[in-house]
């Protein structure tokens, strides 16, 4: 089966039900998505499919077929999502940083749609992230601050 | 419930001891639980009689009665334990806020109408694919799915309204998507989203009866003149 | 934990030179290391819990024995080292130290563990003196090639200057001379006026974070590597009588099922097929406590409220006391059971050769995981390594090691590496829990409603009986009674305990904030309803209490002006005020609430002061409190577990709510700058919280609640 990752195709050899978490992860290598509930409650396994936010931990590798993966390793190529590092740094919003790979990807998802979030906004899109730490305050000041600095340099 | 809650728990009691709920929910199995702590103001009367159904009524069954109004109402109201069935009527939330599960819990994680229009960044189809996933687990054992799994448009909200008011809804064409009633008719037989309600996957009740005899019924109840419950 | 912990086991500097010409200064427990001029003595020093290694190139490399579980550890300690050795933390190169009891054990714990808010008070005097003893020498060797006093000499970003002359040299190039240079033992290290220490500096980890390069126990990959899913009796102790494999040997990928007396794992090429396979079995399971139920474990513990208990802390003549107050006011309390919930699931990658068992895992505990797995295999400790990583969420649940030993076996069954990652639902229904607990108080007070007598009956378990045996002290937990008396000064006290442990199979342990967050609710409970009773303001109230000129009574005098307590609020709104003390540290929080409807509640906004003494790095600090300060927040909300017949109802994040974005009240956490003594933070904020929200609630028009988890529908922020 071929997938789209980062910009490559990949060849992996799963059954097509198989998670697309666990052939990013184990297959793939790239551990930096993240298993956290295995039943889209928590958000740690977000990666983008052709932009849009996508829980990869119950996402069939088959039902992507030419779709375009995007998973936190690749998220610093985007404008978006240096930005978003950025301000994430800037903040200094991760503690423990187990759920901030999906947070990030799910936060690059939102101002994909939305460039300038309002807190209901930021509220909406990332009630489905869980972090255990408590870095909520710091995520949403960064992610207006990302916002801000992509509108800056427009 | 009001409006903007985001959680649905137990119905509180103030002042009540805490130990007095823990007590109760370890009566039941998790799932047992899970429905004795969520009871809302979502769950009226069309819904509880909905859930409660084992199965759905032939169309002949009701040709006892004389009068043409009454038996399209009756008609209707058999149809209504799968229109106001949870495995619809989640989908179909007022406040633009889904519920899931028989006992119509806020959806986990929270979501809102935003989301159906990918205004917020989580589409539906952020979790929700062509088919029902299996998660492999015993407490959900799957994330249901279909295609054009979304959410009813505002107008089509039927949750906390009477069986009388979603019948008479359902035939507005400015509330009803612009459909005729045969449009009605053929969407409630053959549509497949409407069909995932009774393939709704593991670890859900599907809505009772089957596609074809609820199509039945929704073709009985318009050609006896399509009459709506007060 | 934190009062208790004053005995100190001072570490002493060993040295020497090393392997490849690198710098090594490190300590051991037990004394000077011999210096390194033969190949055997430099093992001994390569043995010896070494810390800092300079290398020619003059990269410095730190290894730090603490675990880091998002608490900051790697940033705040090397900034303790480059506080002294003269360069950037952003120089230093952290490694996680292996599990080894011996070489890395917690200056004040004893055993190389992360918990009780004590990693920055063990590393505060060891660390900067490791980072001072590289710098001396560092300086002696560039003296003894410039033919100059080494007084004349500095350090500098890396470099030792010479200022007369204008000489310099970088560290690398002094590490030859350095290495044969005896290192001093106890090196006086600064004592304020901070270059490092007191910075909001960026955490160090942080780069890795955002980016996902940051290695967690389950992103260890290697050549060969199988993965596994792990199944437990549904019933909490119960064993496996059979299974048959064939259903989950018929999915693709997988190449084995593992029997274990207490689990399965099916082995695969992938995590996701290893999940199917398991899925695809039928497990018969036996035994275990199949009557095990909450109401049981509730009626057990109030039972104890009604026995007298073993006197932990006394002042004065409470009963005499009592007797004669004008009236007395007599509170029970129940607490619930309740899990970590971490966001990396449990997981661990074994190894296990013939002769030896190699671990990699994140761990708060990784000596004593060595020596468990050691004795559960049959191997001697050396045989056993145990790699230690980035930890995603600990909060006590990887403090305890039996899930390690379980992996170990079951890796034991499998040739080569294989990963073991619980699922989500094993994850919670297998937990070390928080477990009930329960308090009695009776409280007497005159006619003006002032207290003259405080008597506190604390029920709970016994963690430190096993976990830290030195923590009991006839009998008496010293964890579990920990503040059950808070800051005030009664004028007679009295605080009893009742063991109350967990049945056979359930298993318990240490959650953030131990005993403290089981006694601050009580406690300020208790104190804000004396308040109420006696008509009084929650604030002015506990000032009357607590000693003219603490740092206590500062931080609640902060609290109450930054979170402008007294002014008007809406009706159906209130605060809440609660203080702790603990870890080290002092904390007072005000929490606002909004009751919008009869069963509904909003968090509206939380303010914080932390005096923690000295903070390390004010940044982090604030990140930690909080964390604390939202991780009480989803215990107080939603924060129960239950048992019905032996089996735990919660399985995952729909069943076990916690805090979400939306959810998030407006926070502000004020930290005092002090020069005192560094406190701990990380479980303060925990500990201080759920009590300022109840009495908020109170406040508000709404009940007071003796009981946790709050049982209200929460609602988004407005």
New interface residues.
């Given amino acids: 089966m071929r997938i789209q990752v980062n910009g490559t195709a990949r060849d992996v050899e799963v059954d097509p039900d198989t998670p697309l978490l666990w052939v990013l992860r184990d297959v793939l290598n790239m551990t930096g998505t993240k298993f956290g509930c295995g039943a889209a409650l928590c958000g740690a396994c977000t990666v983008m499919v052709d932009g849009v936010a996508v829980r990869s931990c119950i996402t069939e590798v088959g039902s992507i077929g030419s779709g375009a993966v995007t998973t936190i390793e690749k998220l610093g190529d985007t404008k978006t999502g240096q930005a978003l590092q950025k301000a994430w740094l800037d903040v200094d919003v991760v503690q423990c940083g187990y759920c901030q790979s999906g947070q990030l990807m799910q936060a690059a998802a939102l101002l994909e749609v939305n460039a300038q979030p309002d807190d209901a906004a930021i509220d909406d899109a990332m009630a489905g992230n869980i972090c255990r730490c408590g870095t909520y305050p710091r995520v949403r000041a960064a992610i207006k601050q990302a916002a801000a600095d992509l509108k800056g340099r427009r | 419930?009001?409006a903007?809650?985001?959680?649905?728990?137990?119905?509180?009691?103030?002042?009540?001891?805490?130990?007095a709920?823990?007590?109760v929910?370890?009566?039941?199995?998790?799932v047992a639980?899970?429905q004795q702590a969520r009871s809302n103001n979502l769950m009226t009367p069309g819904v509880q009689r909905a859930v409660a159904a084992t199965g759905l009524a032939p169309v002949e069954s009701f040709s006892s009665i004389q009068n043409t109004a009454e038996r399209s109402i009756a008609l209707f109201l058999e149809a209504s334990k799968v229109v106001e069935h949870p495995r619809c009527i989640n989908c179909h939330p007022v406040t633009r806020r889904p519920t899931q599960g028989d006992d119509m819990h806020a959806h986990?994680?929270?979501?809102?109408s935003?989301?159906a229009t990918?205004?917020?960044?989580?589409?539906c189809?952020?979790?929700h694919?062509?088919s029902n996933?299996?998660?492999?687990?015993?407490?959900?054992q799957s994330?249901p799915g279909a295609p054009h799994w979304g959410l009813a448009p505002q107008s089509m909200g039927w949750q906390t309204l009477t069986s009388g008011q979603i019948c008479e809804q359902l035939k507005d064409p400015k509330r009803n998507g612009n459909r005729s009633l045969e449009q009605i008719r053929v969407h409630m037989s053959e549509d497949h989203l409407v069909a995932w309600a009774w393939h709704p996957g593991q670890g859900r009740t599907p809505a009772p009866g089957t596609q074809e005899q609820f199509g039945s019924l929704i073709a009985a109840w318009i050609a006896t003149g399509a009459h709506c419950p007060k | 934990m934190s009062a208790t912990f004053e005995t100190t086991r001072r570490a002493v500097l060993a040295f020497g030179a090393a392997a490849a010409g690198e710098l090594l200064i490190g300590f051991t427990g037990k004394g000077i290391v011999a210096q390194a001029q033969t190949p055997a003595a430099r093992d001994a020093i390569l043995q010896s819990g070494t810390f800092i290694r300079i290398d020619r190139r003059g990269q410095i490399f730190l290894v730090v024995p603490y675990a880091e579980m998002g608490q900051g550890a790697l940033a705040a300690v090397a900034m303790l080292v480059a506080e002294e050795l003269e360069v950037s933390p952003y120089a230093i190169k952290t490694e996680m130290a292996p599990g080894d009891d011996k070489l890395y054990g917690h200056p004040l714990l004893g055993d190389q563990i992360t918990g009780g808010s004590l990693g920055v008070r063990g590393a505060w005097k060891q660390m900067r003196q490791a980072g001072a003893a590289a710098r001396i020498v560092l300086i002696q060797a560039a003296a003894q090639g410039w033919s100059v006093d080494p007084s004349t000499c500095h350090a500098q970003d890396g470099y030792i200057i010479h200022a007369a002359s204008g000489r310099r040299a970088p560290y690398g190039d002094l590490v030859e001379r350095a290495r044969a240079l005896p290192v001093p033992q106890d090196p006086p290290i600064r004592d304020g006026n901070f270059k490092v220490i007191g910075k909001s500096m960026r955490r160090t980890d942080a780069a890795e974070k955002v980016n996902g390069s940051a290695l967690y126990g389950i992103d260890v990959r290697m050549p060969g590597l199988k993965y596994a899913a792990l199944m437990l009796s549904p019933v909490l102790g119960g064993k496996l009588v059979d299974v048959d494999p064939a259903p989950a040997m018929a999915i693709r990928g997988v190449s084995q099922v593992v029997k274990h007396p207490e689990a399965i794992a099916v082995v695969a090429s992938n995590t996701g097929a290893a999940r199917k396979g398991l899925a695809a079995l039928s497990p018969r399971w036996a035994g275990g406590n199949t009557t095990l139920r909450t109401a049981d474990l509730v009626a057990d513990l109030d039972s104890g409220t009604k026995v007298a208990g073993l006197v932990a802390t006394t002042g004065g003549d409470s009963a005499a006391a009592m007797a004669k107050a004008a009236k007395v006011h007599q509170m029970d309390f129940r607490m619930p059971m309740l899990a970590h919930a971490a966001m990396e699931p449990l997981n661990c990658t074994v190894h296990y050769r013939q002769n030896a068992c190699e671990i990699w895992v994140g761990s708060q505990g990784p000596g004593r995981a060595r020596k468990q797995v050691a004795a559960a295999l049959g191997l001697p400790e050396d045989a056993v390594t145990v790699h230690n990583h980035h930890i995603g969420g600990g909060f006590g649940r990887r403090l305890q090691s039996e899930w390690i030993v379980l992996a170990a076996e079951i890796g034991s069954k499998v040739q080569g590496p294989v990963q073991i990652c619980w699922g989500r639902e094993q994850d919670f229904r297998h937990d070390a829990f928080r477990y009930h607990n329960h308090s009695a108080v009776k409280v007497g007070v005159d006619d003006k409603g002032k207290p003259v007598s405080f008597e506190h009956r604390v029920v709970g378990p016994s963690i430190m009986s096993w976990f830290l045996p030195a923590y009991v002290r006839d009998g008496v937990d010293l964890d579990v009674v920990n503040g059950a008396s808070g800051s005030y000064e009664w004028p007679n006290h009295r605080v009893e305990y009742v063991r109350k442990d967990p049945p056979a199979g359930l298993l318990a342990g240490n959650w953030r904030g131990v005993g403290e967050t089981r006694n601050c609710f009580v406690v300020e409970t208790v104190v804000d309803e004396l308040a109420y009773q006696a008509g009084q303001d929650p604030v002015q109230y506990r000032r009357a209490l607590l000693k003219p000129g603490s740092r206590i009574l500062h931080v609640l005098d902060r609290v109450a002006e930054a979170s402008k307590w007294g002014s008007p609020l809406p009706r159906g709104s209130g605060r809440g005020v609660s203080v702790l003390e603990g870890f080290g540290s002092y904390m007072a929080v005000v929490a606002e609430v909004e009751l919008p409807g009869s069963n509904s509640l909003r968090l509206k906004r939380i303010t914080a002061v932390v005096d923690c003494g000295q903070p390390v790095n004010p940044n982090i600090v604030r990140q930690q409190i909080e964390g604390g300060l939202i991780y009480g927040i989803s215990a107080a909300l939603y924060g129960r577990v239950t048992i019905h017949n032996g089996q735990i109802q919660q399985t995952n994040f729909h069943d076990h709510p916690v805090l979400r974005m939306n959810e998030m009240p407006d926070m502000e956490v004020i930290v005092i700058d002090s020069k005192e003594a560094p406190g701990g933070v990380g479980e303060p904020g925990t500990a201080v919280l759920a009590p300022a929200i109840t009495n908020a609630i109170k406040a508000a028009g709404g009940p007071r609640l003796y009981s946790l988890p709050i049982d209200l529908t929460v609602e988004s922020r407005a």
Avoid: D, F
């Fill in positions: 419930m009001t903007n809650a985001t959680k649905v728990r137990r119905t509180a009691r103030w002042a009540a001891p805490v130990l709920t823990v007590a929910a370890a009566l039941g199995t998790y639980e899970a986990v994680p929270p979501i809102t935003e989301a990918h205004a917020a960044g989580v589409p189809g952020s979790c694919g062509q996933r299996p998660t492999g687990s015993a407490g959900i994330i």
